[in-house]
């Protein structure tokens, strides 16, 4: 990953000749055949135009915000764009893998009685275990009894 993704996080070293052509595999790294994400000669003169930053050591995502909180998607749309890609690739395929075991688990088990909403719930709540564990269970049971109460007041 840091060799393809590198550019994002190292541009400082770089010089010109070197920034482009990190930025141009960086490009055909994000392209199929006929479509492009980005430009890459368009990202290395973004890179090198960037002002200076707050901090020599910024991660991608804190670079993203950076650029998102000083609004300047619209002056630097390829590095917008190629950050945006970046911090949403995951480092491992691990966290996947553990979504699908959760996903198969709560499928199997509960196979016959389950929508597609329930399913999307249920495992949201089982693979991001810290979320539910701040769920407030009598808020949601009154919701639920209340949704479902098959008695009319009158």
């Not at 000749?17 to 973004?46: P, R, W, Y």
Request: aromatic residues 8%; neutral net charge.
């Amino acid at each position: 990953m840091r060799s393809r993704f590198g550019v994002l996080l190292n541009f400082k070293e770089l010089d010109g000749e070197a920034l482009s052509n990190q930025c141009d595999e960086f490009c055909s790294t994000l392209s199929t055949e006929d479509e492009k994400d980005i430009d890459g000669k368009e990202l290395a003169l973004e890179i090198s135009n960037l002002p200076s930053l707050p901090s020599d050591d910024m991660t991608a995502l804190q670079l993203l915000s950076y650029i998102h909180k000083k609004q300047l998607k619209e002056l630097y749309p390829n590095l917008w764009i190629a950050l945006r890609i970046v911090c949403t690739l995951p480092v491992t395929v691990a966290s996947a893998e553990r979504s699908f075991s959760k996903l198969k688990l709560i499928k199997t088990y509960l196979r016959s009685s389950m929508g597609q909403n329930r399913l999307s719930g249920l495992s949201i709540i089982s693979i991001n275990q810290e979320i539910g564990k701040q769920l407030s269970y009598d808020e949601v049971i009154n919701d639920f009894a209340s949704k479902k109460a098959r008695r009319q007041k009158f």
